[in-house]
């Protein structure tokens, strides 16, 4: 071998045998419960170990109430009756997926209004039973409405963009409520949590396209666990915590955050439907003495005043509900208390703000001038 193929070759194995003992410790520090414990965060590489970490503990899925969805990566296992879950709580749904056993059609009623609701966990209603949540106590609180709950626990909001796309315009609203959490803002910058989602991407302030689809299922996901580079995990995981100090994840989940809800405005308007966006106050925020609103809160609201989106601000039902007597939760998710003061809230902005009659006298205009 000529000497400089020689030194060529000799390089590589050396290059090699550093990646190999780099892979090595990595391996070995990532296997550690105290070490994964310290390094891991909100970024893809830390759930996807920790979706493996359960799957060692013949924890196959989150939830048995879950399946596999190849463009959202989880829903609803359809078809379910009065299921046992949270403690005791029922759970049913319908054949399409909605949370609760009663059949939605596609065409809606006539003389009915029919709001959808969107959102994380406190929408779907977890530690609740199907008539608990805030989308069925708003239903009963509106004689003449449906209320179709399409929560789902762990979406961020791209997720349920999609639902929207795939599935919820199919149903001719007339109001979609978006259930908001300032946490669901975090999980639009990741392709993976409690399994595989899609993630959108950007072309300047706009969406570009999103990840996937087909998602993996979570069985092909654990099978291709033992053949990821832990080294890149070990990188992605300290790398997001320098972007999170730097300032740059936040920066860049608030652009994600406001093109998703800028499509889906959009999307419900092109339906006939009014768009109509509720902060939902969680933790500490239900208990906070004054009206002062966070960093996230102004967020929201300066989006929905600059964007002309109905936002409901209903902190001031729970500390109305708190002056009172009621003692409600601050941590976990809601129960019945709190699904019932969120539902009574939005009722009195939908009402109070004309949302659900000024929708009906356009429409009827419109149908007339036809």
């Known amino acids: 071998m000529r000497p400089g193929l020689r030194k060529i070759f000799v390089g590589v194995l050396y290059g090699l045998a550093v990646l190999t003992f780099f892979e090595a410790a990595a391996r070995a520090a990532l296997s550690n419960e105290a070490f994964f414990k310290r390094v891991a965060g909100d970024d893809d590489a830390s759930w996807r170990l920790r979706f493996a970490r359960r799957q060692r503990g013949e924890t196959r899925i989150y939830y048995s109430f879950d399946v596999h969805h190849p463009t959202r990566g989880w829903t609803l296992r359809p078809g ?23 059949e939605r059609a596609y065409e809606k009623p006539p003389g009915v209004v029919r709001i959808l ?10 530690d609740v039973s199907d008539d608990e949540t805030w989308a069925h106590q708003l239903e009963q ?8 709950n399409f929560g789902i626990h762990g979406y961020g909001h791209d997720q349920m963009l999609l639902y929207l796309q795939e599935e919820g315009v199919k149903y001719h609203p007339d109001v979609v ?11 639009n ?13 950007l072309d300047g302030e706009r969406l570009a396209g999103v990840t996937g689809p087909p998602l993996p299922a979570p069985d092909e996901m654990l099978a291709r666990e033992p053949w990821r580079s832990r080294l890149g995990d070990l990188f992605t995981m300290l790398g997001a915590r320098v972007r999170a100090r730097a300032g740059r994840r936040d ?13 889906m405005a959009l999307t419900i308007r092109s339906v006939g439907a009014v768009p109509a966006f509720a902060y939902l106050p969680v933790y500490g925020e239900i208990t906070k003495p004054d009206a002062t609103m966070t960093t996230r809160e102004r967020f929201f609201f300066s989006y929905c005043r600059q964007r002309g989106i109905q936002s409901m601000y209903l902190q001031r039902f729970f500390l109305d509900k708190q002056k009172s007597g009621v003692d409600l939760k601050t941590y976990g998710h809601w129960g019945p208390a709190e ?12 009402l109070e703000k004309g949302v659900i009659k000024n929708h009906h006298k356009d429409t009827k205009d419109t149908k007339e001038r036809r």
């Open 177 to 187: 409520i978006l259930g908001f959490l300032s946490d669901d803002m975090e999980r």
């Open 80 to 102: 379910l009756s009065d299921v046992d879950v949270f403690r005791g709580k029922k759970l049913s749904s319908n054949s399409r997926g909605l949370r609760g056993a009663r």
């Open 141 to 148: 609180q509106l004689p003449g409405s449906e209320v179709l």
């Open 117 to 126: 609701a969107f959102g994380d966990s406190f929408t779907f209603g977890e």
């Open 251 to 263: 920066a860049e989940m608030k652009r994600v955050t406001v093109a998703i809800l800028d499509q």
């Open 339 to 350: 699904h019932r003061t969120a539902a009574e809230g939005m009722r009195a902005y939908l």
């Open 189 to 201: 910058l990741l392709s993976f949590r409690d399994y595989a989602k899609p993630r959108f991407v």
